[in-house]
């Protein structure tokens, strides 16, 4: 009985040292799954946090392009008012060069007109002296002027009928200058 009981402790020391061999492989294999669960939570941690970094950078990019956009658009309506303006000079300057020749050809036309009034007024009294001195013989300008600058004042007066042929010499006026005495 002894052997067997021998036989039974030996089988009890083998099943319960069996046992322990694999509360330790258990124990062994809880520790793995468990430092492996420990080192895929890390992961997933990291992973997770690299995602969130990713993203913050993305982002902050998208903002740097839409602040670029922004200052883009400003300096674009800026250009345009600055365009705008400087055409709003160009043409104030413009009309004021047209106005400034219109002004300029209407000096011209006055001036144009006054002078072919002068030239006008000339031609008769030129006219009226020679038909008087051609008639009378006599033709004395009292008063000659240009007047407000646009007309010649004349007062002139015609005496004297043609005298008829005679050997009498006229009476020369002594107020006239030597040119503009009568012919005899």
């Given at each position: 009985?002894?052997?067997?009981?021998?036989d039974?402790?030996?089988?009890k020391e083998?099943?319960?040292?069996?046992?322990?061999?694999?509360?330790?492989?258990?124990?062994?294999?809880?520790?793995?799954i468990?430092?492996?669960?420990?080192?895929?939570?890390?992961?997933n941690?990291?992973?997770?946090?690299?995602?969130?970094?990713?993203?913050?950078?993305?982002?902050?990019e998208?903002e740097?392009?839409k602040?670029?956009?922004?200052?883009?658009?400003?300096s674009n309506i800026?250009?345009?008012?600055?365009?705008?303006v400087?055409?709003e000079?160009?043409?104030?300057?413009?009309i004021?060069?047209?106005n400034?020749?219109?002004?300029?050809?209407?000096?011209?036309?006055?001036?144009?007109?006054?002078?072919?009034?002068i030239?006008?007024?000339k031609?008769?009294?030129?006219?009226?002296?020679?038909?008087?001195?051609e008639n009378?013989?006599?033709?004395?300008?009292?008063?000659?002027g240009?007047?407000?600058?646009?007309?010649?004042?004349?007062?002139?007066?015609?005496?004297?009928?043609?005298?008829?042929?005679?050997?009498?010499?006229?009476?020369?006026?002594?107020h006239?200058?030597?040119?503009?005495?009568p012919?005899?």
């Open positions: 009985m002894n052997v067997c009981f021998a039974d402790q030996s089988k083998v099943a319960e040292t069996q046992k322990e061999a694999e509360n330790a492989r258990d124990r062994a294999n809880k520790s793995g468990e430092l492996e669960q420990e080192k895929q939570k890390t992961s941690v990291e992973t997770n946090n690299q995602i969130k970094v990713e993203q913050e950078q993305q982002k902050t998208q740097k392009q602040t670029e956009q922004e200052k883009q658009k400003t800026e250009t345009n008012n600055q365009i705008k400087e055409q000079k160009q043409k104030t300057s413009n004021e060069t047209n400034q020749i219109k002004v300029e050809q209407e000096q011209q036309k006055t001036e144009q007109e006054k002078q072919k009034t030239n006008t007024q031609d008769f009294i030129k006219y009226a002296e020679q038909n008087c001195q009378h013989n006599q033709f004395f300008i009292k008063k000659a240009i007047k407000a600058g646009i007309g010649i004042e004349v007062e002139a007066e015609c005496k004297t009928p043609k005298p008829t042929k005679t050997n009498q010499t006229p009476i020369q006026p002594k006239l200058p030597s040119s503009k005495q012919r005899s």
